[in-house]
């Protein structure tokens, strides 16, 4: 493998470049260089998509008080 390419970047620029703002529902913000989605805008979407189940380490108990 070539040092210089990265196989998963390329395979994430290419899937982003597969859907439009408009099919993902984004507003579209004018002109852009590249087509296809932007990386915070499928970070966006990606968070908005996961489920929230169970606590979060802020609802959790304190653990144990080391003694002395």
Not at 16 to 39: E, K, N, S, Y
């Amino acid at each position: 493998m070539d040092p210089t390419t990265n196989p998963l970047g390329e395979y994430l620029r290419a899937r982003r470049g597969l859907v439009t703002p408009q099919d993902a529902g984004i507003p579209d913000a004018g002109t852009r260089r590249v087509p296809g989605l932007r990386r915070e805008e499928v970070a966006m979407l990606a968070s908005s998509a996961l489920p929230v189940s169970g606590p979060t380490a802020a609802d959790q108990p304190p653990g144990p008080v080391p003694c002395g």
